[in-house]
């Protein structure tokens, strides 16, 4: 079906990846574009029903064309390897001359812009610059995405903790810390990132997407506990896409899996016996704490 084709770039990333398993589950052709076809999950999106590998330079004008004919919708999650910002713009620019209707935009928050002395984190504020180049583009979608946020709903880390305790049936408990402590090597660049991420939520303790989404309506399903998407970006992300994932479910199906991707084995041990015991503090922590 027409409306239902979606564009992809780095498909082959955490973020784009999970979107084409979902988005072909649920039906869609997926154009998925990677940097290289031979990649393990490349191989694997490749096998899904109606996804297509477009393999090519998100440098490449021409490329970018190809990539977005015929779609209608397009999920966008750029990164820092090459000029983010020129790709960012560039991909924007093909998407409208295609006429994609619905076009999602994995933004983050440039918190300088607040005016509180909060730092910009490097690694985001381009993603700010570009999603501010899209809001300009007037017919593309009319809102962006900042991850976590529309993917999952917003919680409070007490929340949170409370819902992986109960997917995992494991204790797991919230501890703010002020400080990072680095002890394995990060690749070039990421060091300021880690940096500024102290400063900002550790030292500022600033709103994670800043101060324009992190208030009002949205803070709805924060006070009451309650996992609807009752906020305004999380509603209207949830009505453009069925596929969206609660964080328990999150946690239960995928998060266990990534863990092992990442060379871990807690998840063969034998999960807490007391875990109703655990749930029960978890849940009075939630009920204080939110
Ligand atoms: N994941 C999150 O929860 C989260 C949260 C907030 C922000 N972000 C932002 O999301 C971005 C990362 O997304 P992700 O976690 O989905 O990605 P990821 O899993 O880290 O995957 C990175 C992607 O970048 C591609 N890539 C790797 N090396 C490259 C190179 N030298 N040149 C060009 N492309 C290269 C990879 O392609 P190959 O597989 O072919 O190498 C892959 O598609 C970052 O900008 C980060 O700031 C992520």
């Known amino acids: 079906m027409q409306s239902k084709n979606l564009a992809l770039v780095n498909a082959t ?23 290289q076809p031979s990649h393990p999950v490349a191989v694997e999106l490749s096998q899904l029903d109606n996804v297509i590998l477009f393999h090519g330079s998100l440098e490449d004008r021409n490329f970018l064309d190809r990539l977005f004919k015929g779609v209608q919708r397009a999920f966008i999650n750029t990164v820092s390897f090459g000029d983010e910002l020129a790709i960012g713009k560039s991909l924007a620019d093909a998407a409208k001359r295609a006429g994609v209707q619905h076009y999602i935009y994995s933004s983050m928050p440039d918190h300088s812009v607040f005016d509180k002395g909060w730092p910009a984190l490097p690694l985001w504020s381009v993603k700010f610059t570009v999603e501010n180049y899209i809001r300009q583009a007037s017919h593309l979608g009319r809102r962006q995405h900042r991850p976590d946020r529309t993917d999952q709903s917003l919680l409070s880390p007490t929340r949170v903790c409370f819902l992986f305790s109960r997917a995992l049936r494991r204790k797991v408990t919230y501890h703010f810390s002020p400080r990072i402590d680095v002890e394995v090597s990060v690749p070039h660049g990421y060091r300021e990132q880690l940096q500024g991420i102290e400063l900002l939520f550790g030292t500022f303790r600033a709103p994670y997407f800043g101060l324009d989404l992190d208030s009002g309506e949205n803070m709805k399903t924060v006070e009451d506990g309650t996992d609807k998407g009752g906020g305004t970006a999380v509603a209207e992300a949830r009505s ?51």
Do not use: C
């Open 240 to 290: 453009l896409w069925g596929g969206w994932r609660g964080m328990e479910e999150y946690a239960r199906e995928v998060f266990p899996v990534e863990e092992f991707h990442n060379g871990l084995t807690w998840m063969k041990e034998e999960s807490d016996s007391d875990l109703e015991a655990d749930t029960r503090m978890a849940k009075s922590g939630m009920d204080k704490n939110i």
């Open 13 to 35: 990333g955490r973020q784009a990846a999970s979107v084409a398993r979902v988005a072909s589950a649920l039906g869609y052709h997926v154009q998925a574009h990677v940097h």
